[in-house]
């Protein structure tokens, strides 16, 4: 072809709609306004509990701290006002929903509130306030109070250092080690609680140190240890050894049987948690399976795997979701985010349309979940399109493009959520690709070369088991 001298326009020519062009229709906007409003109502429960929580924090920052100052009027009163936050910032997230409370600022509040709590019933009892003085808290959120109490007790123990008052410290020492060996009985798995737990077993040490520091100038004598602790419980009463020994070990500091219960309510949620994880390891895998089969063109097979994949899912749902929401999130959440986008990658195979979230297969979806696997089915559209391109196929280049502008199209109108903030990359890239692979296929017509579109990012068998 001769090489024609050209000129720059005037005015830019106008941007042509993919072929075949976007008209909406392929996400139907009742299901758009469905994906909408769950993720509207998700939105406003978040920005309320953390409006309350901006609240509750520094309020009980400052109960701490005039109770480390003593002032027991003005901490009572800033307590009373955190107590009616507190209430209302439950109240503010559904129950059994999305489990707002367990993360961040609105986690920090309720933490460092229970903590300002236990402090305060610590210096009017002498004790550890129970687990019933915090029935709007769930386990974890009440251990997470009591560990960040126990290192305020070693900070109080140094004021009390230096006035030499090795009794309170004493006291602080009892309590702060009888919890940890209460604590030491959890298994705690990955996660707040088991952060936490490490701060505890330096709070003890503290303590150590100053009533060691102590006994150097002679305010503090320790207790000789009981050799044979059989002793304890067999020695006469009147035994003044033994009544010593007995009373360095102050009884009803802490209510045991709480922690027993909460250690048995915990474990049993520890091993629903393992269940699911490994349940939705088979899950995943046949999903991923089924869009390698599609892949290789067996759509029957990926069918059969996909129905294996929602069956199993189902199933952990009635069984172990259903009841406790905070195991959606990771592995159950991941494994229908897989399912979703093989559904939605055979439906386009089959049917050259994009399912709705509304549509049959799909009703155990989240908005979140939906979207993910809207987002990873453009990745799987890019691989077809590089295969078409390969084979010179401009129109299902075409077609697989405006799917993927079809979803960014949705995504925009929708607005991402921001715990899938990463996956819009994700679906820039794809379309950057496929546009990318429309301009060789137009080089190849325009010049005859031989031109080769892309071709390493067509899929391989170990590509799409990855993916």
Known sequence: MDAME????????????????????????????????????????????????????????????????????????????????????????????WNIRGYGQAQSSVEEFTSARCLHGFFTTGSLLPRAAFPELDETEYLLGVMSFCQEL?????????????????????????????????????????????????????????????????????????????RRKTAPADDPAEAAAAASDPP????????????????AYDAAREDVIKRCRDAQKLSKNAIYSMHRGNLDGARGQLEKAKAIATAIYDERVKGASTLRYGSFSNALEEYAEGALFLAWLETGAIVPMNAPGLELLEPAEYIGGLVDFTGEVGRVAVLAATRRDQPQVEKALAAALTVQDALMSLGMPSKLAKKEGALRSNIKKMEHVLYELSLVKASGRNVTASVEDAPTAQAAEDE
């Open 252 to 267: 009803g500091l802490v209510t045991v049987a709480d922690f027993d219960d909460m250690r048995e309510r915990i474990t």
């Open 6 to 97: 050209v000129e720059p326009t005037a005015v830019p020519a106008i941007p042509e709609p993919p072929k075949p062009s976007i008209t909406g229709e392929e996400i139907s906007r009742e299901s758009l306004d469905t994906v909408r409003e769950v993720m509207q109502a998700e939105k406003a429960a978040r920005d309320a509990v953390h409006e309350v929580a901006k609240e509750l924090l520094p309020l009980a920052q400052r109960a701490t701290h005039t109770l480390h100052l003593g002032d027991f009027a003005a901490a009572s009163e800033l307590l009373g006002t955190g107590g009616d936050l507190l209430t209302k910032l439950v109240a503010a997230e559904p129950p059994n929903k």
């Open 154 to 230: 070693a900070r109080y123990a140094v004021g009390q250092a230096t006035k030499g008052q090795a009794g309170s410290i004493l006291l602080c020492k009892h309590l702060v080690e009888t919890v940890q060996g209460k604590l030491m009985e959890f298994d705690f798995r990955n996660g707040p609680l088991r952060r936490k737990f490490d701060g505890i077993k330096y709070a003890t040490k503290r303590l150590d140190d100053l009533l060691y520091e102590l006994s150097l100038t002679g305010a503090y004598v320790a207790q000789p240890i009981v050799s044979n602790p059989k």
